[in-house]
């Protein structure tokens, strides 16, 4: 049999890894992990930008371990992957840390998860979903993105996004180490990151609204991007680990372009609040078009974003009104 075609099945019952478990994407993971009874959830994560709090109430399957991958010695993170039977690898520096820090975002992203993968083959690991991005395509215009373009990063966060992929490939060749790659396009939901002084353009106007201030359009409003919810992503996630496919690469996006003008009109819309946004100069982003196209993900995990955009927009304003969220302090390592 070859790896691509070896079974890994259902997630209940079964022993987990998710790194960057403490962050956004991740706590939304390891919530729905225990839903669908996995006996035991490993969360590994630096603790830097995510908090063991995302987690909500603890359960006595999901244990953190605080490690920083490309800092911490390995010999920890080879005793934490003991008995790990599916490997969900979520930690990474981000985009808006590589620009400031892009020595420690390679040092994270490339050798912390050349590390990881390592030794989960050695650990006998037997599949991982890497979440990757949409920054390893590196274009800003175009049709929408399909996984069999030649990706062409032009930022040290999607370099080291496009190497992790390829790290991939490496153990899956060279030690049968099963895997798939997810290219996320933009996630939204409650708890989404909003420390480091950047916050997304959802949770900002969202707390402009909440303020009585009209939100902020860049520009004409007319970029245009493809924002998918938590709970989907989360469950292409699992989808992704469950699936007899392996060895493949998927766009993980709604397939819907929204423009900015757009998003922001649902936002109001949703928020019951009467506002007109304010223009202000255009950003880096003026008359860019960044979609998925994601065909290959409803072809081959039977899988495409169920939630609308006004849903999604509605439940992530709840939880900007309910007051968390509260910039995390990034902790300094
Ligand atoms: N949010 C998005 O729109 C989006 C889009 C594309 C890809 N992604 C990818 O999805 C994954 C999760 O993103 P998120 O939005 O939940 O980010 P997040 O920052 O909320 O979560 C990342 C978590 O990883 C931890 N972490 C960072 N570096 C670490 C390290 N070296 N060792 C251990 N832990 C570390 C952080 O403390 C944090 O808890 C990331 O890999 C990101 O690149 C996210």
């Given at each position: 049999?070859?790896?691509?075609?070896?079974?890994?099945?259902?997630?209940?019952?079964?022993?987990?890894?998710?790194t960057?478990?403490?962050?956004?994407?991740g706590s939304?993971?390891?919530?729905?992990?225990?839903?669908?009874?996995?006996?035991?959830?490993?969360v590994l994560?630096s603790?830097?930008y995510?908090?063991?709090a995302?987690?909500?109430?603890?359960?006595?399957?999901?244990e953190v371990?605080r490690h920083?991958l490309g800092k911490d010695?390995p010999a920890?993170l080879?005793?934490?992957?003991?008995g790990?039977?599916?490997?969900f690898?979520?930690a990474?520096?981000?985009?808006?840390?590589s620009?400031d820090?892009?020595?420690?975002?390679?040092?994270?992203?490339?050798e912390g998860?050349?590390?990881l993968?390592d030794?989960?083959?050695?650990?006998?690991?037997k599949?991982v979903?890497?979440?990757?991005?949409l920054?390893?395509?590196g274009?800003l215009l175009g049709s929408?993105?399909?996984?069999?373009?030649?990706?062409r990063?032009t930022?040290?966060y999607?370099?080291?996004k496009l190497c992790?992929?390829?790290l991939?490939g490496?153990f899956a060749?060279?030690?049968g180490?099963?895997?798939?790659?997810l290219?996320?396009?933009?996630?939204?939901?409650?708890?989404?990151?909003?420390?480091?002084?950047y916050?997304?353009v959802?949770v900002k106007n969202?707390?402009r609204?909440?303020?009585?201030?009209?939100?902020?359009?860049?520009?004409?409003g007319?970029?245009t991007?493809?924002?998918?919810?938590v709970?989907d992503?989360?469950?292409?996630?699992?989808?992704?680990?469950?699936?007899d496919?392996?060895?493949e690469?998927?766009?993980i996006?709604?397939?819907?372009?929204?423009s900015?003008?757009q998003?922001?009109s649902?936002?109001?819309a949703v928020?019951?609040r009467?506002?007109?946004?304010?223009?202000e100069?255009?950003?880096?982003t003026?008359?860019?078009?960044?979609?998925g196209?994601?065909?290959?993900a409803?072809r081959?995990?039977?899988?495409?974003?169920?939630t609308?955009?006004?849903e999604g927009l509605a439940?992530?304003?709840e939880?900007?009104a309910?007051?968390?969220?509260q910039?995390?302090?990034?902790?300094k390592?």
């Amino acid at each position: 049999m070859t790896a691509a075609t070896k079974m890994f099945g259902s997630v209940r019952h079964r022993t987990l890894m998710v790194t960057g478990g403490c962050g956004f994407i991740g706590s939304h993971l390891v919530r729905a992990l225990v839903a669908r009874g996995a006996r035991r959830i490993v969360v590994l994560d630096s603790l830097r930008y995510g908090n063991p709090a995302n987690l909500g109430q603890t359960s006595a399957s999901v244990e953190v371990i605080r490690h920083q991958l490309g800092k911490d010695p390995p010999a920890d993170l080879a005793r934490a992957l003991a008995g790990v039977e599916g490997l969900f690898h979520l930690a990474a520096e981000k985009h808006n840390q590589s620009v400031d820090s892009p020595i420690e975002v390679l040092r994270s992203n490339v050798e912390g998860t050349h590390t990881l993968f390592d030794l989960a083959a050695a650990a006998g690991v037997k599949k991982v979903v890497f979440s990757s991005s949409l920054y390893a395509y590196g274009r800003l215009l175009g049709s929408p993105f399909s996984e069999d373009e030649v990706p062409r990063p032009t930022t040290v966060y999607g370099i080291s996004k496009l190497c992790g992929e390829h790290l991939l490939g490496h153990f899956a060749k060279t030690r049968g180490l099963p895997y798939n790659v997810l290219r996320y396009l933009f996630v939204y939901g409650p708890r989404q990151f909003a420390g480091m002084g950047y916050k997304s353009v959802i949770v900002k106007n969202g707390e402009r609204l909440l303020a009585g201030d009209p939100p902020v359009i860049f520009g004409d409003g007319k970029q245009t991007l493809d924002y998918v919810y938590v709970d989907d992503v989360v469950d292409a996630t699992i989808r992704a680990l469950e699936s007899d496919i392996s060895n493949e690469t998927f766009n993980i996006g709604s397939g819907q372009p929204t423009s900015i003008e757009q998003l922001i009109s649902t936002l109001i819309a949703v928020s019951k609040r009467s506002a007109t946004a304010v223009h202000e100069p255009p950003d880096w982003t003026a008359g860019s078009f960044r979609v998925g196209n994601v065909d290959k993900a409803r072809r081959l995990l039977g899988w495409s974003a169920a939630t609308s955009l006004a849903e999604g927009l509605a439940r992530t304003f709840e939880w900007t009104a309910s007051g968390r969220a509260q910039p995390l302090q990034t902790q300094k390592l």
